[in-house]
């Protein structure tokens, strides 16, 4: 049971002056460290949303620059490629028009050597043909 004697306000007096004491010396320092590192907690989360934010930035950047290294390089590719077939073409014709050429003198030749081949079979008949008649002449 509680009772009120002289010792009640003894007790008041030292949980009221232990309790100014204690707030002065360990509760505010305490109440001070935990906002103090709820601050820094705080400012770190910030800190690290605004690093995410820039980090996201820079991929965003970064993909954009890929992309675009990506176009250009299929540009240039491209472009490559149909000066390669453009010069494949050419190189195509100016084969084929060789072939042509290489044909039709092959042609020239070998009928300038039929005809020679001709006239020195006309003259071997004449002459397979004097000989014939002068050997029935002579028989």
Same mark, same amino acid.
């Given at each position: ?30 109440? /001070?460290?935990? /906002?103090?590192? @709820? ?14 934010? /820039? ?16 176009? /250009? ?22 084969? @084929? ?5 290489m044909i039709e003198k092959a042609r020239k030749e070998l009928q300038a050597e039929a005809e020679k081949a001709r006239a020195a079979l006309k003259a071997d008949i004449e002459k397979l043909s004097e000989e014939i008649v002068s ?5």
């Open positions: 049971m509680l009772e009120f004697n002289q010792w009640f306000f003894v007790l008041l007096a030292n949980f009221l002056v232990l309790f100014f004491v204690l707030n002065a010396i360990l509760f505010k320092p305490l109440a /001070k460290v935990f /906002k103090e590192r @709820e601050a820094a907690t705080a400012g770190a989360l910030d800190e690290a949303k605004l690093l995410t934010v /820039k980090k996201e930035d820079a991929i965003a950047k970064m993909n954009a620059e890929l992309m675009s290294a990506k176009n /250009k390089a299929k540009e240039i590719f491209d472009s490559l490629r149909e000066v390669g077939v453009a010069r494949q073409k050419e190189m195509l014709s100016k084969a @084929e028009a060789e072939a042509v050429e050997k029935l002449v002579k028989a």
